[in-house]
């Protein structure tokens, strides 16, 4: 008997020493934006497309493993042809509903397209992308959102919160996931950050203003600075909550608080020589707007040699002296994530909203030796990143 036992065990180990030399490698996990454990699990235990088992390997004993495998996967609502995607008749079509323009939406949410990718959604191949861009005209989401549910997508990605209510007023049914959402409670997104209980969930952009955060530092960087102008958009939610939190900071750091509203493009050059009249000494924003027209921004600040500080890292790209704030790739990664789970069978109702974990401090430096401005050594030490 343990003679018996003994080559059991010999023949159980040159058995798992056969299968793992034919078994694909684990992948790294980067931060939850690979596929679930549940998918990797199916993936290893189904031979499919892209993993093949060698005849010389097939025994009855991995041949039973390989059939409950499958059967695990397939009751689990997992197709291995497909690589852990939920089994559908047609390609799944996700409608991306934004603000901006064709161009400009393509750049800003190319991380989200590209996250899609690796995790196995390729555009015209498992996946369909019904794209419909507001063209810088923020009442056109509700008419493009209405367009949109006609069509019946399985999932509509709206990043912005303008376009996620726009979303949400036109089906409480198809699921639909934020990436830069403000205050979703408060604008009857969801119920709750914990459950948001309906059909809409996703990554918020702030939990709080950061506006006091980065006006401290604007205080270390122009100590002189007595006038700061807020360039505002009274119909953005996060620009009325920055605001309402930049007056009492203003006040605290011996600031006046000069404020200038530009609601389009058209109106952004109105905007900009208004502060400049009121002789302000540098320009705070926070508008998803303006985000969308920041190379025209800084063309007018600059050519008045007004620094601008800002809340996402692509403004001191195009030309800021310094931004704070959550990293929009991040994000944007993030809720490519949460797309695939609600395309493998999750209900947003019960996928909490995330909160951003990744903030970014960004130092132009090329824009502070343009404008004559002498960066303290202790901001570009704590900088992320800096612009040479």
């Known amino acids: 008997?343990?003679?018996?036992?003994?080559?059991?065990?010999?023949?159980?180990?040159?058995?798992?020493?056969?299968?793992?030399?034919?078994?694909?490698?684990?992948?790294?996990?980067t931060g939850g934006l690979d596929r679930p454990p549940?998918?990797?699990?199916?993936?290893?235990?189904?031979?499919?497309?892209?993993?093949?088992?060698?005849?010389?390997?097939?025994?009855?004993?991995?041949?039973?493993?390989?059939?409950?495998?499958?059967?695990?996967?397939?009751?689990?609502?997992?197709?291995?042809?497909?690589?852990?995607?939920?089994?559908?008749?047609?390609?799944?079509?996700?409608?991306?509903?934004a603000p901006s323009t064709w161009a400009r939406e393509e750049v800003t949410l190319q991380p989200f397209f590209d996250q899609m990718r690796r995790l196995g959604w390729v555009e015209d191949q498992t996946i369909l992308y019904d794209r419909a861009y507001?063209?810088?005209?923020?009442?056109?989401?509700?008419?493009?959102?209405?367009?949109v549910v006609a069509r019946k997508p399985d999932l509509i990605f709206a990043p912005p919160s303008p376009a996620a209510v726009a979303a949400r007023k036109a089906t409480s049914t198809i699921p639909i996931i934020f990436a830069t959402g403000t205050d979703p409670v408060g604008t009857g997104l969801v119920a709750s950050l914990a459950r948001p209980g309906g059909n809409v969930t996703g990554i918020l952009s702030v939990v709080e203003s950061l506006a006091p955060k980065l006006m401290q530092v604007l205080r270390e960087v122009l100590p002189a600075a007595k006038r700061l102008g807020f360039l505002n958009d009274p119909n953005d939610l996060?620009?009325?909550?920055?605001?309402?939190?930049?007056?009492?900071?203003?006040?605290?750091?011996?600031?006046?608080?000069?404020?200038?509203?530009?609601?389009?493009?058209?109106?952004?050059?109105?905007?900009?020589?208004?502060?400049?009249?009121?002789?302000?000494?540098?320009?705070?924003?926070?508008?998803s707007l303006i985000f969308n027209f920041r190379v025209h921004l800084l063309e007018l600040a600059n050519a008045r040699r007004l620094p601008v500080f800002g809340h996402r890292s692509e403004l001191a790209d195009a030309g800021a002296l310094l931004t704070y704030?959550?990293?929009?790739?991040?994000?944007?990664?993030?809720?490519?994530?949460?797309?695939?789970?609600?395309?493998q069978g999750s209900s947003p109702s019960v996928l909490p909203v995330q909160q951003p974990t990744k903030f970014e401090l960004v130092v132009n430096l090329r824009a502070a030796r343009a404008l004559g401005v002498k960066v303290p050594r202790s901001i570009v030490l704590q900088a992320d990143r800096v612009i040479e």
């Open 238 to 287: 996060r620009a009325r909550i920055d605001l309402a939190a930049a007056r009492p900071a203003a006040a605290a750091l011996g600031m006046t608080l000069v404020v200038s509203n530009a609601t389009s493009d058209a109106t952004l050059s109105a905007a900009v020589a208004r502060l400049a009249e009121e002789k302000v000494d540098a320009i705070l924003t926070s508008t």
């Open 38 to 97: 549940s998918f990797r699990a199916c993936q290893e235990a189904t031979p499919g497309r892209d993993t093949e088992v060698p005849r010389t390997t097939i025994t009855d004993v991995n041949r039973r493993k390989v059939l409950l495998g499958s059967s695990a996967c397939l009751l689990a609502g997992i197709s291995t042809a497909t690589l852990g995607q939920t089994s559908r008749t047609t390609t799944p079509r996700i409608a991306v509903l």
């Open 134 to 147: 507001g063209d810088d005209v923020q009442a056109n989401l509700v008419r493009l959102a209405v367009e």
């Open 325 to 343: 704030g959550g990293a929009l790739s991040d994000q944007l990664r993030h809720a490519a994530a949460m797309v695939d789970k609600v395309l």
């Open 1 to 29: 008997m343990r003679a018996h036992r003994v080559f059991q065990h010999r023949a159980l180990q040159s058995f798992a020493r056969a299968t793992t030399a034919h078994r694909p490698k684990e992948p790294v996990a």
